[in-house]
């Protein structure tokens, strides 16, 4: 029992203290962001991406560039980080990256800037 208890416990504690992202639907991310005056949007697709429109407020920072984790560590991990790319795949990695990281508050944007436009939401080009 006491062998068993220990697990238990070393699982519930691993549980509890991992960082995760959120997920978060066009709406939600939209209304979460409008609601954080500090938070810093990253946009994570290329730069040609970028330049065919993105969400205002974005800073552009490229997920296949070598120097995305370092440039990861340049963001304030006491701010909250709103991530988004064209359907969800990078950012979620780039969640990931941040999590480990140990940013605290990250979001996701899940269907990424596709689904933002389709839900016709505000861009800038």
Same mark, same amino acid.
């Given at each position: 029992?006491s062998?068993?208890l220990?697990?238990?416990?070393?699982?519930n504690?691993n549980?509890?203290?991992a960082?995760e %992202?959120k997920?978060? #639907?066009?709406?939600?991310?939209?209304k979460?962001? $409008? +609601?954080?005056? @500090?938070?810093?949007?990253?946009?994570?697709?290329?730069?040609?991406e970028?330049?065919?429109?993105?969400i205002k407020?974005?800073?552009?920072?490229?997920?296949?560039k070598p120097d995305?984790?370092a440039?990861?560590d340049?963001l304030?991990k006491?701010?909250?980080? %709103?991530?988004?790319c #064209?359907a969800?795949?990078r950012?979620?990695k780039? $969640? +990931?990256i941040? @999590?480990?990281?140990g940013?605290?508050?990250?979001?996701n944007?899940?269907?990424g800037?596709?689904?933002?436009k389709?839900?016709k939401?505000?861009?800038?080009?």
């Open positions: 029992i062998t068993l220990t697990v238990l416990t070393f699982f504690f549980c509890t203290t960082q %992202y997920n978060l #639907a066009s709406a939600e991310f939209e979460n962001l $409008a +609601k954080a005056p @500090t938070a810093q949007l990253i946009d994570v697709r290329t730069p040609e970028y330049k065919d429109g993105y407020g974005a800073k552009n920072i490229d997920f296949y995305f984790a440039k990861m340049s304030d006491k701010k909250p980080v %709103y991530v988004y #064209a969800g795949g950012s979620s780039a $969640a +990931k941040l @999590t480990g990281k940013f605290k508050e990250v979001y944007l899940t269907g800037f596709d689904d933002w389709n839900q939401k505000a861009i800038v080009k």
